[in-house]
């Protein structure tokens, strides 16, 4: 599979006429601009390819055409019909209907549904969905054993995401190497009893890769998680070449460096495919209102039931049963203090 995809449009190109006249003005403008020439004919009008987006760049995406292993670059149509709203417009994962101008060059003029997705809240001013990756079917939720040390909080808020987006997660901590493994299956002993999977891997020294090329075997799957934690090393040895850049950790913070700038599908050596993301430090769940919050909690579901208030929220209401546990230990306190963090979030 070819990934690669032209980044500087030839000079000769309709798309860069369009830039010259509106002198790079907006968006909005920029989408005037190919309507209007679309209607006049411009380009060429042909029968509409499908394909699926591998990688995105700007206003450009690499799009695969079915029964090809060559990538074409594709911009968006003046008119795109999405069934999608207040969301990406286009996503790496995306099935897309698009047009050739020419071998190398196409327009989207459409996007399918979405079977399956992981999201987050924008984090721009305008409330929308970012969607992270389109119509994968696992989530393999990455950390590192340390440098960075993994994130709990973290990994409660993707469980969330994972679950709205209809996508089956998997906890992945990598540079298993740095810490003692009993210490770190015991910390994450909970999301065992919750029967998520939990994989122990060094992406150095190859230790549990044969265990995670199993589990994506013929299968789509995501890897998600923060700067610094390996995705792009790992995503380099499951493919058998480096295609990612990969990076040293920002020494002075802790923190990892933001390597890995776009979503990017890759054929893995086997069978399957697999997309590497960007790291992403804050993840804000789109889309969830504090009436829902307690039901993607299963630890929770025991006890909600017995609260004494149908609408018990869980945090300050008398005579809580879900409180109760936590207090006895039958509830892991940090996956309260999740709950706790993402409510007064939701409410704040």
């Known amino acids: 599979m070819k990934n690669k995809y032209v980044k500087h449009l030839i000079s000769d190109n309709w798309l860069e006429l369009i830039e010259d006249v509106e002198g790079k003005k907006s968006t909005e403008g920029f989408r005037d601009a190919t309507k209007t020439l679309r209607k006049e004919y411009i380009f060429e009008v042909a029968d509409n390819h499908n394909g699926i987006v591998i990688s995105s760049a700007a206003r450009a995406w690499a799009v695969l055409p079915d029964n090809s292993d060559a990538s074409i670059t594709c911009v968006a149509g003046g008119i795109v019909k999405s069934p999608h709203t207040n969301s990406s417009l286009i996503a790496v994962g995306d099935?897309?209907?698009?047009?050739?101008?020419?071998?190398?060059?196409?327009?989207?003029?459409?996007v399918g549904k979405r079977k399956t997705k992981l999201s987050r809240r924008d984090i721009g001013k305008v409330s929308q969905e970012q969607i992270v990756i389109a119509n994968a079917e696992q989530l393999l939720i990455v950390m590192a054993a340390a440098e960075p040390f993994y994130n709990r909080r973290l990994i409660d808020r993707y469980l969330i995401a994972a679950e709205k987006g209809d996508l089956s997660p998997i906890i992945c901590i990598n540079k298993i190497e740095l810490m003692p493994k009993e210490i770190v299956k015991d910390n994450l002993l909970v999301y065992d009893k919750l029967g998520?999977?939990?994989?122990?891997?060094?992406?150095?020294t190859g230790e549990g890769m044969d265990c995670l090329e199993n589990i994506l075997r013929d299968k789509f799957s995501v890897l998600s998680g923060p700067s610094g934690v390996g995705k792009s090393t790992i995503t380099n040895r499951l493919i058998g070449h480096n295609a990612q850049r990969t990076d040293a950790l920002n020494v002075k913070f802790g923190k990892g460096k933001h390597v890995t700038s776009a979503s990017e599908i890759f054929k893995l050596k086997n069978s399957g495919i697999i997309a590497d993301t960007p790291g992403l430090r804050d993840f804000a769940v789109w889309d969830l209102s504090p009436e829902e919050t307690p039901f993607y909690f299963h630890d929770?579901?025991?006890?909600?039931?017995?609260?004494?208030?149908?609408?018990?929220?869980?945090?300050?209401?008398?005579?809580?049963?879900?409180?109760?546990?936590?207090?006895?230990g039958r509830i892991d306190s940090g996956r309260y203090q999740s709950y706790v963090n993402i409510m007064e979030s939701l409410i704040s």
């Open 95 to 110: 099935r897309v209907q698009f047009i050739r101008n020419s071998d190398s060059e196409g327009i989207i003029v459409a």
């Open 196 to 204: 998520i999977p939990i994989l122990l891997i060094s992406a150095m």
């Open 300 to 328: 929770f579901d025991r006890y909600f039931r017995k609260c004494k208030f149908n609408s018990c929220t869980h945090l300050h209401e008398p005579d809580c049963a879900v409180r109760r546990a936590v207090e006895s």
